[in-house]
């Protein structure tokens, strides 16, 4: 049987407010394997985003165990947390985050300068390759300034994939872009989901694009169901 690459049990979250316990996510049980297509909806403020952080190991959980990559993620500090990070996860966020005042090919190249043996030229090939791959190769020298937002988003796709990661966590991707733009930004990561063999968990307020995964999972009440027949 293959492992997952991701497994999360019985993983909870909650905050304190004014001297209460207020949860967030209950005992959540996940298993998720290499090359799959996972979306995880609901409504807002259902906590998906929250969800998406501790799968991502972003966040730490208040209590449960996640194992990513092969690593128990709760036994790790934060040093050892990034690391893995870097290593073998991607992250896409709905809002972008590039650096306004550099260029495309430097927002790209942003991952590997964390890297130890960071080798600019070879990290520049790399970079531009990849630009090619999402449509961009004649936007590489532009700045985020002047960009569409489709374009922006496609920066950031190539700035996750840069590390060549198992995994890619998205955050509402096509949450601000118009319905035309987020057809295309869908069928990008579909695509290299499928040519690069990384794995795609997403988290979106929209069912039809969840419906083109191959599982669909709905948070409710802080619970999480898989949707049969998705």
Not at 87 to 108: I, W
Not at 179 to 195: D, G, K, P, S, V
Request: net charge negative; charged share 15%.
């Amino acid at each position: 049987m293959p492992q997952p690459i991701l497994c999360a049990q019985h993983l909870s979250q909650h905050i304190h407010f004014q001297n209460k316990m207020i949860p967030i996510l209950q005992d959540i049980q996940l298993e998720i394997f290499a090359g799959e297509q996972v979306a995880i909806t609901g409504r807002s403020g259902s906590g998906k985003s929250t969800l998406l952080g501790l799968l991502a190991t972003l966040d730490q959980a208040s209590s449960g165990q996640l194992w990513l990559c092969g690593a128990a993620v709760h036994q790790q500090n934060e040093e050892q947390r990034a690391k893995l990070r870097l290593q073998h996860t991607g992250f896409v966020f709905q809002s972008f985050q590039l650096l306004n005042h550099l260029s495309a090919l430097e927002n790209v190249l942003l991952p590997l300068r964390l890297q130890p043996h960071f080798n600019y030229a070879q990290a520049v090939i790399k970079a531009k390759k990849l630009l090619q791959q999402v449509g961009l190769e004649r936007q590489i020298e532009q700045t985020p300034q002047v960009l569409s937002g489709g374009e922006q988003q496609r920066v950031a796709i190539a700035r996750a994939l840069i590390t060549e990661p198992k995994i890619i966590f998205a955050d509402e991707p096509t949450g601000n872009l118009d319905e035309q733009t987020a057809h295309e930004i869908e069928q990008l990561l579909f695509r290299l989901n499928r040519e690069m063999q990384v794995t795609l968990v997403l988290v979106t307020h929209d069912l039809e694009l969840a419906a083109q995964c191959q599982r669909h999972f709905i948070l409710h009440d802080g619970q999480l169901c898989e949707q049969q027949g998705s």
